[in-house]
């Protein structure tokens, strides 16, 4: 990207603003974000409504990212929100979906379905989550969703298939949010 793209900005207000918004406005309590490589440059973009934590080998892989979040939490946490901030389509109406989905089925996991795969935003239970307290670090969480391993809902989220990966994605997603709400 050139730049962090934790910092990009649609509508106003960073992605991880975005996302840090979008966890308070759905209870997340606790809220801890996972900062890598320009750590301090997006630390001001938290504010007072979450906890930042450094992940300084964020180099080693996603997993290590995910260890570091699961850690951070406190040892009582029954369950944890997994979400990103570069799916700038995922919105309060999606993590309420997968609330939902999660407090009537009880599964480990309720994953967002979108363009055929499974992945974050992520709901995970007690177990899941201290599963991921010693997660290695090359190694992303999608193995859990789809290694039937453990119990897996699946929540329709087409929105979650848009991420922002390059200056391209970020364009699109800046215009698909100037488009009239008829189109």
Not at 37 to 62: F, H, K, L, P, V
Request: overall charge negative; aromatic content about 4%.
């Amino acid at each position: 990207m050139g730049r962090p793209k934790q910092l990009l900005t649609i509508d106003g207000q960073s992605l991880l603003s975005r996302a840090v918004a979008n966890a308070e406005a759905v209870g997340c309590d606790p809220i801890v974000v996972v900062l890598g490589r320009d750590g301090e440059q997006c630390r001001a973009q938290i504010g007072e409504r979450a906890t930042a934590i450094q992940n300084d080998r964020w180099e080693s892989g996603m997993g290590s990212s995910l260890r570091a979040g699961a850690n951070a939490l406190p040892a009582t946490t029954r369950q944890a929100l997994i979400l990103l901030c570069d799916q700038p389509s995922v919105s309060v109406d999606t993590l309420n979906r997968l609330i939902d989905a999660f407090e009537k089925t009880h599964p480990a996991a309720c994953v967002a379905a979108y363009a055929g795969t499974l992945g974050p935003p992520v709901i995970v239970d007690e177990a899941t989550l201290q599963r991921l307290r010693s997660w290695p670090d090359s190694q992303g969480a999608k193995a859990l969703w789809t290694g039937g391993e453990i119990r897996v809902e699946s929540v329709p989220c087409p929105e979650a298939s848009a991420d922002i990966d390059t200056p391209d994605d970020y364009a699109q997603a800046v215009q698909s949010k100037q488009r009239p709400i008829s189109e």
